[in-house]
């Protein structure tokens, strides 16, 4: 009779990730952070902390467990692992041709008029590895010059503090420069040489317009002031469950201006979530009572 073998090991490890161990992290996860891993992303999660294991010298994810618990910054360390951070320059480009003929053009006649400031505040809530800020930073920079007196401010927030590191140093692989207009391509980045060659760095103008810092949209309330004209929050909401998509909801329109628009991922809907704004194109969203880029009121959301 063969003896008894121990349970084989899965890509986790040596040790693979129990189901009653994968229940408390898929709890203390979403306590965290909002976001909630459904059964099926067992073998994943286990994948992407087993190295975190190997550099504490721990045996089992119920010890890793136990020192999440007991560490801050082991926790944040954890988020890290477990956040997806795909994002790509010019994302929903439909959404920037929206801002290009529709918001800034409105923007800079009622500025003409006085009817507005020319101060510009913008949020963008996910901003993972820096792409979708310095995107929204070479448009608004190239349509609303500082010569004219435009004063451009975009906060960046995440949950992973690997991508803000990643986002704050500017830096990319140059074929990422297929995804920027070659206008603004030449214009606001700055392409390597020597050992930096085959990167490119975006130039001092957009990068002087971001400030990064680090958030959790699971924690409220938001340490950040309102009023902003541009909140972007997208391919985050389709991470949480109903409950946490309507209190993230009801938090980022309570930041938004009254004249602001919100903008989400091509996945994602505000259907369901809130009566307190509409659509004012796909997905892009502005407060209920809010004329300012229709002309009129529409419908509540069904």
């Given at each position: 009779m063969d003896k008894p073998r121990n349970p084989a090991p899965d890509a986790a490890g040596e040790h693979p990730l129990r189901k009653d161990e994968f229940r408390a992290f898929q709890d203390l996860i979403h306590r965290e952070s909002g976001i909630f891993l459904a059964d099926h992303k067992q073998a994943l999660l286990g994948g992407r902390l087993h190295s975190r294991l190997r550099a504490l010298g721990l045996a089992t994810y119920g010890?890793?467990?136990?020192?999440?618990?007991?560490?801050?910054?082991?926790?944040?360390?954890?988020?890290?692992?477990?956040?997806?951070?795909?994002?790509?320059?010019?994302?929903?480009?439909?959404?920037f041709e929206f801002l290009k003929t529709r918001v800034l053009p409105r923007w800079m006649e009622d500025a003409r008029a006085g009817t507005r400031s020319r101060s510009i505040r913008?949020?963008?809530?996910?901003?993972?590895?820096?792409?979708?800020?310095?995107?929204?930073?070479?448009?608004?920079?190239?349509?609303?010059p500082a010569s004219e007196g435009w004063s451009i401010e975009i906060l960046a927030t995440d949950l992973s503090t690997r991508v803000l590191q990643r986002a704050k140093d500017a830096v990319w692989r140059i074929e990422k420069a297929e995804e920027?207009?070659?206008?603004?391509?030449?214009?606001?980045?700055?392409?390597?040489?020597?050992?930096?060659?085959?990167?490119?760095?975006?130039?001092?103008?957009i990068r002087s317009l971001v400030t990064f810092s680090r958030m959790n949209l699971n924690s409220r309330p938001?340490?950040?002031?309102?009023?902003f004209d541009l909140i972007f929050c997208r391919n985050v909401l389709i991470y949480f469950n109903a409950a946490t998509k309507v209190n993230v909801v009801e938090e980022l329109l309570?930041?938004?201006?009254?004249?602001?628009?919100?903008?989400?991922?091509?996945?994602?809907?505000?259907?369901g979530l809130t009566e307190r704004a509409r659509s004012v194109g796909p997905t892009i969203y502005a407060p209920l009572q809010s004329t300012y880029f229709s002309g009129q009121k529409l419908p509540r959301l069904r």
């Open positions: 010890d890793y467990f136990k020192a999440v618990q007991k560490d801050e910054a082991e926790r944040i360390e954890m988020l890290d692992r477990i956040s997806t951070n795909e994002t790509h320059f010019f994302r929903e480009p439909h959404q913008i949020w963008s809530a996910a901003c993972s590895t820096g792409e979708e800020p310095y995107s929204i930073a070479m448009l608004l920079l190239d349509q609303l920027i207009p070659t206008p603004y391509l030449k214009a606001f980045m700055l392409q390597g040489t020597g050992p930096e060659q085959g990167k490119m760095k975006a130039g001092p103008e938001y340490p950040v002031p309102g009023g309570a930041h938004l201006s009254p004249a602001g628009l919100l903008f989400l991922g091509h996945a994602e809907s505000l259907h």
